[in-house]
């Protein structure tokens, strides 16, 4: 196990042909790109944390029947430093990087007041992203990288504190109806305020302003303002209806004066992340229309999440579906120095990951009593008037050890039934993909022994008329060094196999990636 996350794992830049098994959809035709962390040793230096290793991109192409992979390191500044000194230099969240023993006195008392307010890396090693034509790597820092999705080729380097004043991002942005993508970060104590800020990125721009980026014409749709100055929640991502932002105001916090002295005294920016679970999560709903939060307070218990899977509107109530635990242990687990401990099949998780519904009334009776349950639709979510005018949340549970949550992006925003998830259960490591109805509870799931299946991607059939009609696409690593990494193709519907494409090269675990249509790739002219 532990080659198969912390060894560092070798790029193939040059396509391989796949050997294909089965039967693969005809309609199937473009690329499947992944991101995550390849690169965990430098030299003689190494990462603390798993969550900190170099981006290696890796992509499956669909041509007529027949698959392709290959893989390349992002060739981030960050990489680019790191190699040349053959040895980690910039900081990741894990693990703080400090200068060569041989620099003189006058390059380390620099490199120590460079990081009171840090220069983040654009090692983007998260997900990927789309806005308008062009797809980015992206990672939680403020920069991205473009990439070419062909060729896994890195190119321009994006600033977003150029464009809008946020310093941290979410790697989990929104798409819309129009092809705007929107996204969140925190802009910390900026003209003295610290907020979350909602913003926009267009798709296109102007014809007259043609070799302008996008990025140019970013607008800020709206601002939360933190409960905290100084001490900021951290998230994963966020919410979207027909008519509202969701940000979810966790109690998992980052300490803003401990981050700029992390440096000096020694101790890494995660170290200055800390759960405070007897404080409250807040909800916070934005309207889209007047760009403004809503008036009433909702809350609930203290929880630390990730990943939203959906949310909706009906009947007068908000509905959201996230992936909760009762502490922050499993960012814990991917430290490198104990990860093996974790990943014994005899240790389970402190904290499983719990599928759970919140409903939010966003009608009600000003005058109802205090304590009366003010949903009114059949669920065992509950929302309760206080005293104050506060609504204190008690969520419906869905389902528990599902994570990596994907839908039918058709859904996104809308009444929906199915998740696709990755199956936890002794390990923070998935061992099954799973389909979930929300509805009626039922799931499906695919495992084989010794078998690693990553995120599961849906994707539409051309012809689809229900929810569920397409197929899932998921990269699968082999804990048997005997068989080769493989990635499977199942029928959504029945989540039975349909093909697998095997690659006879070693593959590295993700985190998150997207499906590019052929219809949707520049040509390789373009």
């Known amino acids: ?135 980015y790597a992206t990672s939680e820092t403020n920069f991205i990288r473009k990439i070419n999705p062909r060729t896994l ?29 929107l996204n969140m970060g925190t802009s910390i104590v900026d003209k003295g305020k610290t907020k979350y800020v909602l913003f926009k990125i267009p798709p296109s721009v102007p ?65 200055c992340l800390a759960y405070h679970k007897e404080d409250k999560t807040w909800f916070h709903f934005v309207d889209k229309k007047t760009k403004k939060e809503l008036s009433t307070k909702f809350y609930t218990d203290a929880m630390v999440f990730f990943h939203h899977v959906n949310a909706y509107e009906e009947d007068g109530h908000i509905i959201f579906d996230l992936i909760a635990y009762a502490d922050n242990s499993l960012y814990e687990m991917f430290y490198l120095k104990t990860m093996n401990t974790y990943l014994d099949e005899n240790s389970k998780l402190t904290s499983v990951p719990i599928c759970k519904r919140f409903v939010v009334p966003l009608q009600y009776d000003k005058d109802a009593e205090v304590g009366s349950n003010l949903v009114k639709l059949p669920t065992t979510a509950t929302a309760v008037k206080e005293k104050d005018g506060n609504i204190y949340c008690q969520p419906e549970i869905l389902c528990e050890g599902i994570e990596l949550p994907r839908i039918n992006y058709d859904y996104n925003g809308k009444k929906y039934k199915y998740i696709f998830a990755t199956k936890l259960w002794w390990s923070p490591v998935p061992s099954k993909v799973t389909k979930f109805n929300v509805q009626t509870k039922e799931m499906l799931q695919w495992g084989e022994d010794c078998c690693w299946p990553s995120e599961p991607i849906f994707i539409p059939s051309p012809d689809a008329k229900e929810e569920d009609d397409g197929i899932v696409l998921t990269c699968v690593l082999n804990g048997n060094p005997k068989k080769a990494p493989f990635l499977l193709v199942l029928d959504a519907k029945t989540f039975k196999e349909l093909g697998r494409a095997l690659v006879d090269v070693e593959i590295h675990l993700d985190l998150h990636g997207m499906f590019i249509p052929e219809k949707d790739l520049k040509t390789e002219t373009e």
Not at 2 to 25: F, M, S, W
Not at 155 to 180: C, E, W
Not at 251 to 256: K, Q, V
């Open 153 to 181: 080729e890195t190119l321009d380097k994006v600033d977003y504190s150029k464009y809008v004043a946020v310093n941290v991002t979410t790697s989990h942005p929104h798409y819309d109806s129009d092809g705007n993508t």
């Open 1 to 135: 196990m532990d080659t198969l996350l912390a060894r560092n794992k070798k790029e193939y830049p040059e396509p391989i042909k796949a050997e294909v098994r089965g039967q693969l959809p005809i309609w199937l035709q473009g690329i499947l790109i992944r991101n995550g962390p390849g690169m965990h040793t430098i030299g003689d230096t190494q990462y603390n944390h798993w969550f900190d290793g170099l981006a290696l991109l890796h992509s499956f192409t669909f041509k007529n029947g027949e698959v392709y992979y290959r893989s390349k390191y992002l060739r981030s500044d960050t990489y680019n430093h790191n190699i040349e000194a053959n040895r980690i230099v910039v900081s990741e969240f894990g693990t703080m990087a400090y200068p060569d023993p041989c620099k003189n006195i006058f390059a380390k008392a620099f490199t120590y007041l460079s990081h009171t307010i840090p220069e983040f890396t654009d090692n983007c090693l998260i997900n990927i992203m789309r806005t308008g034509e062009d797809f």
């Open 207 to 271: 014809e007259k302003e043609k070799k302008k980026s996008c990025f140019k014409h970013v607008e800020v749709v709206s601002s939360i303002p933190s409960r905290s100055l100084l001490h900021p929640s951290y998230y994963h991502s966020f919410g979207i209806t027909e008519n509202y932002i969701i940000f979810v105001e966790q109690p998992f916090r980052l300490d803003i004066v401990k981050m700029a002295t992390a440096y000096i005294r020694g101790v890494t920016w995660a170290s």
